[in-house]
Nanobody
Framework: QVQLVESGGTLVQPGGSLRLSCAAS????????MRWYRQAPGKEREWVAG???????SYLDSVKGRFTISRDDNWNTLYLQMNSLKPEDTATYYC??????????????WGQGTQVTVSS
């Protein structure tokens, strides 16, 4: 059973930094990408950052230059380094992992989320 467990969320002051982690269970299928999403109260979930097989990264415009996504070599842990945090970054942050099965079916799994609150 796939497990993704996020951690690192907490209350932080504006301008502060946090590093989120996502621990992923072992997997025998090809991993296509891992991503971070967030959902603020009353809003839809939005994509924040992604990293693909080649290591290429991409970011939501509002976090470019402030957030950095990375992973370990074995895709066991995904990170999101968040700097210069703003109140509008307040949200529950989720990681996802997309794999390709032997039957060429793409499956995306999600973690339960970790809360980030940016407030003075």
């Amino acid at each position: 059973q796939v497990q993704l467990v996020e951690s690192g969320g907490t209350l932080v002051q504006p301008g502060g930094s946090l590093r989120l982690s996502c621990a992923a269970s072992e997997n025998r299928f090809e991993i296509i990408n891992m991503r971070w999403y967030r959902q603020a109260p009353g809003k839809e979930r939005e994509w924040v950052a992604g990293i693909n097989q080649s290591g290429s990264t991409s970011y939501l415009d509002s976090v470019k230059g402030r957030f950095t996504i990375s992973r370990d070599d074995n895709w066991n842990t995904l990170y999101l380094q968040m700097n210069s945090l703003k109140p509008e970054d307040t949200a529950t942050y989720y990681c996802s992992r997309t794999i390709m099965t032997d039957d060429a079916v793409a499956i995306t799994d999600w973690g339960q989320g970790t809360q980030v609150t940016v407030s003075s």
